[in-house]
């Protein structure tokens, strides 16, 4: 059975730092790989996929992530963030065909 | 732009009624999926379609059905309602159920259930 464990509820960072958020899943074949972000009172957007081909990906407004198969890691970053950003981040793992499982989300807030 | 259009925002309703939620996607895909959003515990998929008439349990079925009569509709029902459903409920549609594309998700439906 897949699953997805999202590190931390909550990230606090201050305007400019770097951001990272952490993902693990599990997945007994190769799986698929999402970062959805989610501003308050919207439905989910994605930021970023990984499905075959390049282990770092880069998606929307400066995110990327990279696919560690040894770890069995997909954690987001940004080098520097902006308020704009605080948002929640979801990570999400499938396989060919089966639908999207979800971690519990990571709420970003970002400081002035 | 590609749209999934969720048919209300906000929505109160007595415990016992039964109650439709209605998603529309215009985008001819063929994969619907109804999610359940709740604070510390994410999305959790409740039920899925990948053709008209045709639909998968997800991991939390229990007090919910569905049903796909047109491939652009998907509407989910709460047979009967009750306080532990009260939640923010969200569609999405895809090409592939895999998500090879990206799935595209609507703006929600908060239900209160009172």
């Known amino acids: 059975a897949q699953s997805v464990t999202q590190l931390g509820s909550h990230v606090s960072v201050s305007e400019g730092a770097l951001v990272l958020l952490r993902c693990n899943y599990s997945?007994?074949?190769?799986?698929?790989l999402f970062w959805y972000v989610q501003y308050p009172n919207q439905g989910l957007q994605l930021l970023l996929k990984?499905?075959?081909?390049?282990?770092l990906v880069k998606g929307i407004n400066g995110f990327e992530a990279e696919f560690k198969k040894s770890e069995t890691s997909f954690h987001l970053t940004k080098p520097s963030a902006h308020m704009s950003d605080a948002a929640e981040y979801f990570c999400?793992?499938?396989?060919?065909?089966?639908?999207?499982?979800f971690g519990k989300g990571t709420t970003l807030s970002v400081s002035s | 732009d590609v749209k999934v259009t969720q048919s209300s925002r906000y929505l109160v309703k007595r415990t016992g009624e039964k109650v439709f939620l209605e998603c529309v996607q215009d985008?001819?895909?063929?994969?619907m999926f109804w999610y359940r959003q709740d604070p510390g515990l994410g999305l959790r998929l409740i039920y899925f379609?990948?053709?008209?008439?045709?639909?998968e349990k997800g991991d939390i079925p229990e007090g919910y059905s569905v049903s796909r009569e047109k491939k652009e509709r998907f509407s989910l029902i709460l047979e009967s309602a009750s306080t532990n459903q009260t939640s923010m409920y969200l569609c999405?549609?895809?090409?592939?159920?895999?998500?090879?594309?990206?799935?595209?998700f609507g703006s929600g439906t908060r239900l209160t259930v009172v």
């Open positions: 999405a549609s895809s090409s592939t159920p895999g998500d090879f594309y990206g799935y595209t």
């Open positions: 997945s007994s074949v190769p799986p698929y």
């Open positions: 990984y499905t075959t081909g390049a282990t």
């Open positions: 999400a793992v499938t396989q060919a065909g089966t639908a999207l499982i």
């Open positions: 985008m001819d895909h063929e994969n």
């Open positions: 379609s990948y053709d008209v008439k045709m639909k």
